[in-house]
């Protein structure tokens, strides 16, 4: 068994931060009752959470997406900031169409991290009118 150190990766009693449109939301969950609604369709929004790395090692990220309805296209992009070095890695950045369900299976999103904290960040960018985008499932791991 992993230990896992997102907190909450299924959004279902949310310890994370949200800007902009924003929101825990009950329509497009892949497990339990809630997914993060990164955006609203047509407006932007983050989501984001600030974890503390135990051990530097090798770090497997991933998490499940799906965008709902709305005309248009909505940028979106994962990211994992790290304060040291000052480094800023994007795991996923794709431009997304309407009703579209995606998997992200973590093997290609491995990293390198010191002991640290280090914040991932979820930026839905929309061009009015546009899908929203939900997440669900966020899972950050060391890699034995
Ligand atoms: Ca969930």
Not at 49 to 68: C, E, K, L, M
Request: hydrophobic residues 40%; contains cysteine.
């Amino acid at each position: 068994m992993s230990n896992e150190l997102v907190r909450d990766g299924g959004f279902e009693n949310s310890p994370w931060w949200f800007t902009g449109t924003a929101k825990v939301d009950v329509n497009c969950q892949r497990t339990g009752q809630y997914a993060a609604r990164v955006n609203l369709g047509g407006t932007s929004g983050t989501v984001s959470q600030r974890i503390f790395i135990p051990f530097a090692g090798r770090y497997r990220f991933s998490f499940w997406h799906v965008t709902d309805s709305g005309g248009g296209s909505v940028a979106v992009k994962a990211e994992i900031r790290i304060a040291t070095p000052r480094q800023t890695v994007t795991v996923y950045e794709s431009v997304l169409g309407p009703n579209q369900v995606y998997q992200q299976a973590g093997t290609r999103q491995d990293i390198e991290l010191e002991s640290q904290y280090i914040e991932i960040v979820f930026a839905a960018t929309a061009n009015a009118p546009s899908p929203a985008w939900y997440i669900d499932d966020v899972s950050l791991v060391e890699i034995p």
